[in-house]
């Protein structure tokens, strides 16, 4: 596929905006659609780590069973990474304090997996939220989060996302220009202290903030999650080849950044506008690589497979795809890469960003 390459306005996007936002919700996977098809995972010995999971609720959740049973169906997942979604929070004490019962409940669900001695390293990574607005004061909030994770905590995520044309229903609104908030830095310059990284979830017009953060923290180690979330819904449908330009050129600027590694994945998401989820069929592998090879081979060419690592962003992007026909996708489109680039992109990457001492990875 032929992708061009010039560089729109960025102040040209989003101009076509409804005159009611696009309102995003989560959608619920529908096992009974995602059972109409299956494949059997290709190339079952390359080990993976799952670089972005999520667990969450209680009844109609998505907790170690339910994530054991999509991992364990024939890909050599070896470790996960959790990522925080704003679930198990405490119920009192300080609000800042409140978000550590997630890691809490989170090292308490990977502990389970050891006793019950399933092959897969749960949550070796954990990524909790700390309100990054705190600046100085969110040291505190650091400290208990990693003796929460019980050695299993590596970094914060706090949500940026924002455009005048999407209202998320799932982490709720936040005000534009949060990355370049003073108080907003001095949080990520506790993090930066205490060796832990950030993971940077914005939408693909807020890149450029992201690349003046990575320039003033040099010593931040940052990963963009989900590909920088090319919007394919609301001001943003139907306008794929031009989001996938002015995408292309911010994030190539972003890579310039050594200090800057890149999550690929979260293409399931409908903020994409991808519509596997309304076909009659879930979609083969082969499909989904055929779609999502232009986003894939960019991340990798810009950013080099030492700096990229795969996600499933599971249960999410379960909406569109079933696990073992994700990660057969993802073969798909490397299959041209060496070795070397692939042991990095399933597996090292993460392992080495995440600071893992995975013995099997091999």
């Not at 996977?29 to 494949?39: D, F, G, H, I, V």
């Not at 989170?106 to 909790?128: M, Q, T």
């Not at 030492?306 to 057969?328: A, G, H, I, Q």
């Not at 990457?349 to 600071?355: G, K, P, Q, S």
């Amino acid at each position: 596929m032929s992708i061009p390459k010039d560089k729109p306005s960025l102040s040209s996007l989003g101009k076509k905006a409804p005159t009611q936002p696009y309102t995003y919700k989560i959608p619920k996977p529908r096992p009974e659609w995602l059972a109409l098809y299956s494949e059997n995972a290709i190339e079952p010995q390359l080990p993976i780590i799952d670089a972005h999971h999520h667990l969450w609720g209680e009844q109609e959740g998505y907790l170690l069973d339910d994530f054991v049973a999509d991992i364990t169906r024939g890909h050599r997942v070896v470790a996960t990474i959790f990522v925080q979604c704003q679930w198990s929070y405490r119920t009192k004490g300080p609000k800042s304090l409140m978000p550590i019962g997630e890691t809490e409940r989170v090292r308490d669900i990977s502990e389970e997996a050891v006793r019950r001695k399933i092959p897969v390293d749960i949550c070796a990574g954990i990524i909790g939220f700390a309100d990054m607005g705190l600046g100085d004061l969110v040291e505190p909030v650091l400290q208990a989060h990693v003796e929460a994770g019980g050695g299993r905590f590596r970094g914060v995520r706090h949500s940026t996302t924002n455009d005048p044309g999407i209202v998320s229903h799932f982490f709720g609104p936040t005000v534009p220009d949060l990355l370049m908030r003073e108080s907003f830095q001095r949080g990520l310059s506790k993090v930066q202290a205490a060796g832990l990284t950030f993971d940077a979830w914005i939408y693909f017009k807020q890149i450029p903030q992201l690349t003046t953060i990575a320039r003033a923290f040099p010593d931040l180690k940052i990963v963009l999650n989900h590909l920088g979330a090319p919007l394919g819904v609301g001001p943003y449908q139907g306008r794929r080849k031009e989001v996938f330009q002015t995408w292309r050129a911010t994030l190539k600027e972003l890579s310039s950044c050594p200090n800057v590694y890149i999550k690929i994945g979260g293409l399931g998401m409908v903020l994409t506008g991808f519509d596997f989820h309304h076909q009659p069929m879930p979609p083969n592998s082969q499909n989904l690589a055929e779609h999502w090879t232009p986003y894939v081979h960019t991340a990798i060419e810009l950013f080099g497979a030492s700096r990229c690592m795969f996600e499933s962003n599971f249960p999410v992007d379960k909406v569109m795809c079933d696990y073992t026909v994700l990660w057969n996708a993802f073969k798909h489109i490397t299959a041209g890469a060496s070795s070397q680039e692939r042991h990095d992109l399933f597996g090292k990457t993460a392992a080495t960003f995440y600071r893992l001492n995975l013995p099997n990875l091999n």
